[in-house]
């Protein structure tokens, strides 16, 4: 198996029991990415992005086909197995932030460290690094509560990158911030692909998304319809 391979999706279906019958979310999804990738699923809703984007996160299981990430077979690993490849290599980003209400910025983007059991010093170094990545050095002692929605996803983002995933998984990112506060945070995940080589799978239906992406992979009930790489001039040389 080539060592760039971030994702490998063979014959993917996905079926969820509804009312003693099935409902099928994903129909015969077939999808590679190489390293290093800033991708979409983009379709409208209902269309089966965060169902596929779980799946390749490790949250949801297939109910047939072949899913392999970052080297690991996912059929065929335990769910400890999984929750470690998530928590070493993965990181994620979701629309309502999912932020610990009652821990400040530092100690939310904290936490994937501590469950990796990085040592303290560490820790602090590569947090504020991270904060700092993301423009937030002067809120770092403030609570969610505190902060506006772009500051809060831009704290979450921090939390995806302080581990140094090789993939980030990434569903509606923009879905409650305003035009600027998208661009915002769309511009650091451009300046992380460029910088760290991480991989990106987006999950949107957001046009101002789109016009970041270098490939597009376009759902449609639970099918790719369609597949575009993008010669985007946002990447330059
Ligand atoms: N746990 C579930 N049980 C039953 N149906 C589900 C479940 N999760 C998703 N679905 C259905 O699968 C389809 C795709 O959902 P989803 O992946 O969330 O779409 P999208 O993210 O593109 O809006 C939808 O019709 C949704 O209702
Ligand atoms: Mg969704």
Not at 141 to 168: F, K, W, Y
Not at 199 to 223: C, N, P, V, W
Request: a neutral charge.
């Amino acid at each position: 198996m080539e060592n760039n391979s971030v994702v490998k999706i063979d014959n993917l279906v996905k079926r969820f029991p509804v009312g003693g019958d099935f409902f099928t979310a994903l129909k015969n999804v077939n999808l590679n990415l190489a390293k290093g990738e800033f991708s979409g699923l983009v379709g409208p809703s209902g269309s089966g992005k965060t169902t596929l984007l779980n799946i390749i996160g490790g949250l949801d299981s297939p109910s047939e086909g072949h899913v392999s990430v970052l080297g690991m077979a996912l059929n065929n690993t335990s769910h400890g197995e999984r929750a470690r490849l998530r928590r070493k290599s993965m990181g994620f980003i979701f629309q309502s932030y999912n932020l610990l209400p009652v821990y400040s910025v530092f100690e939310n983007v904290e936490l994937p460290l501590i469950l990796n059991k990085v040592n303290r010093t560490e820790r602090k170094k590569r947090v504020t690094q991270a904060i700092e990545w993301v423009g937030l050095s002067d809120k770092i002692d403030s609570r969610p509560a505190q902060l506006s929605g772009g500051e809060c996803q831009r704290t979450a983002i921090a939390r995806a990158i302080v581990h140094q995933p090789e993939l980030i998984l990434a569903d509606e990112p923009t879905a409650n911030l305003d035009a600027e506060n998208s661009h915002h945070i769309m511009k650091i995940m451009v300046g992380l692909n460029k910088e760290l080589s991480t991989s990106f799978i987006f999950a949107t239906h957001d046009e101002k998304i789109m016009a970041y992406l270098r490939r597009i992979i376009h759902l449609d009930d639970g099918q790719i319809t369609e597949d575009e790489q993008i010669d985007n001039p946002k990447f330059g040389q």
